[in-house]
């Protein structure tokens, strides 16, 4: 079974907001629940999975180490790709990330990373961002425009930073939510807009499923 999975991205022009659709073609993702039982997450995977673990960016909320976009065995990494001047979405996602965490049958299983599209105007205050919601979170962040992109694409992302004709700065980027297991596989992607019932349901699920051991 598959569906369009329609990929918002935020920008603000003229005070205004508006969404731009990116589809693509993505499988409904079922796997077995508590007690056998399967249930159908809220999240969508993609075919063929992504590979993302040998991607490494500079962790600017732990003195800029080398971050591999992979979770720790037998934990689940949620990445975001955002920027700290978002007025809505990254903040929104990031709230809720850290109120599923809370509702996870241990929050330590679930790591967070928010990687910026923004990095002339993050670098100095992403990880004060980022940890402001979760503490333990990874601020991904890289001048390098080439190692941003190859970031990005591997999760199918897309983001533009341009400056309007008043001299205003505009962002757009993709506004999904991805969980990387420890083998460094996009198993899942959540728009913006899932629940946070849903979000901690579905990394649970993961988090209870072979792949994540």
């Not at 508006?18 to 499988?27: K, R, S, W």
């Not at 796997?31 to 993302?52: D, I, K, M, Q």
């Not at 910026?116 to 980022?130: E, F, G, I």
Request: some cysteine; aromatic content about 8%.
């Amino acid at each position: 079974m598959s569906r369009g999975w329609s990929s918002a991205r935020c920008t603000t022009v003229s005070g205004r907001r508006f969404l731009v659709g990116l589809v693509a073609v993505l499988a409904v993702a079922v796997l077995p629940a508590c007690g056998g039982e399967s249930r159908e997450l809220a999240g969508y995977s993609v075919e063929p999975v992504p590979t993302v673990g040998d991607i490494v960016l500079p962790d600017l909320a732990n003195d800029g180490a080398d971050f591999a976009l992979r979770a720790d065995p037998g934990k689940i990494l949620v990445v975001y790709f955002g920027y700290t001047n978002c007025p809505d979405f990254c903040p929104n996602t990031m709230a809720n990330v850290k109120l599923a965490k809370e509702e996870l049958d241990d929050p330590a299983d679930l790591q967070m990373a928010m990687v910026t599209v923004d990095p002339a105007r993050d670098l100095d205050t992403l990880a004060s961002y980022v940890t402001s919601f979760i503490a333990d979170a990874h601020a991904l962040g890289t001048a390098d425009d080439a190692v941003l992109n190859r970031a990005a694409s591997a999760f199918g992302v897309s983001y533009d930073v341009a400056t309007d004709a008043s001299g205003e700065i505009q962002v757009a980027h993709t506004t999904f939510l991805y969980a990387v297991d420890d083998s460094g596989h996009v198993v899942l992607g959540w728009p913006f807009g899932v629940s946070i019932d849903d979000l901690a349901a579905d990394i649970d699920q993961l988090l209870d499923s072979p792949q994540a051991g």
